[in-house]
């Protein structure tokens, strides 16, 4: 059982930045594929952005290509997501998710096993 704990939303202006970050528990972090998903008010639940497991490879939204960036810290059980130029169109409950061991990057939702809490994030416009 993997657990994921995300911290670091909170309220930003426009043009602003935040870093999210998520902490997972157990000790196959290292070989477990990482994403982050939001969700908007009234909106489903939307890939942003996911990272293999050696955090070579990262994948991203159309959406936030450019001012978003995944990594990880192998080391640290952590993986982050970097926000820049946020927009008010950013602002959504973003969620911290883990595949399977040994499993590859995906940015399809229903791949995810584990879950976080989510954080909130909010855009001032």
């Known amino acids: 059982q993997v657990q994921l704990v995300e911290s670091g939303g909170g309220l930003v202006q426009a043009g602003g930045s935040l870093r999210l970050s998520c902490a997972a528990s157990?000790?196959?972090?290292?070989?477990?594929?990482m994403g982050w998903f939001r969700q908007a008010p009234g909106k489903e639940r939307a890939f942003v952005a996911a990272?293999?497991?050696?955090?070579?490879?990262?994948y991203y939204a159309d959406s936030v290509k450019g001012r978003f960036t995944i990594s990880r810290d192998n080391t640290k059980n952590t993986v982050y997501l970097q926000m820049n130029s946020l927009r008010p169109e950013d602002a959504a409950v973003y969620y911290c998710?883990?595949?399977?061991?040994?499993?590859?990057?995906?940015?399809?939702?229903?791949?995810?096993?584990?879950w976080g809490q989510g954080t909130q994030v909010t855009v001032s416009s």
């Open positions: 157990g000790r196959t972090f290292s070989i477990t594929p």
């Open positions: 990272i293999s497991r050696s955090g070579l490879s990262t």
């Open positions: 998710a883990a595949r399977t061991a040994l499993t590859t990057a995906s940015t399809e939702l229903r791949e995810y096993d584990y």
